[in-house]
């Protein structure tokens, strides 16, 4: 978890980013500059996640035996290593499209979306796989992320 809210610091400074510079250029009326500073933004935030991503991959082991020598926890981490993959480039993306939305001035139907995909999707989905399946600790984190 530690990994994944170093990724996701990173990601809101860039989001914040995002968001001065996009509203900045639309107060000057220069739609074009800001729709180049999307597509560079958003390009750059993919290109860090997956190399964040990979870094997580290419030493599951390493990374886990930084905060514990314990062989069955290292063996646990190192099973949900492609979860926290995952996690890490997707979790990668979200802010900095928040943040366009926030600098394009689109701030209710942000809250609306993040409020139906959390609580109104991610929440049930959540409690479901969490007690009528045997996916064990798999869905907490995917729940918690």
């Known amino acids: 978890m530690n990994y994944l809210k170093w ?12 968001s001065v510079r996009i509203s900045n250029e639309l107060g000057a009326a220069n739609p074009k500059v800001a ?20 870094i997580v991959l290419i030493f599951r082991v390493g990374l ?11 063996e646990a981490v190192s099973n949900l290593t492609p979860l ?13 499209i928040s943040g366009v939305a926030i600098g394009s001035g689109w701030q209710a139907l942000l809250a609306y979306v993040n409020l139906t995909a959390c609580d109104v999707v991610g929440l ?14 798999a869905v907490s984190w995917a729940t918690h992320s």
């Open 64 to 74: 886990s035996e930084l905060f514990t020598s314990d062989a069955k926890i290292i």
């Open 124 to 137: 049930p989905i959540g409690c479901v796989l969490g007690f009528k399946t045997s996916l064990g600790v």
């Open 84 to 96: 926290l993959a995952m996690s890490v480039l997707l979790n990668g993306i979200q802010p900095i």
């Open 7 to 18: 990724d996701i610091c990173f990601m809101l400074g860039l989001g914040t980013a995002a």
């Open 35 to 54: 729709k180049f500073s999307v597509f560079v933004v958003n390009g750059n935030s993919l290109i860090i996640s997956l190399i964040f991503s990979a």
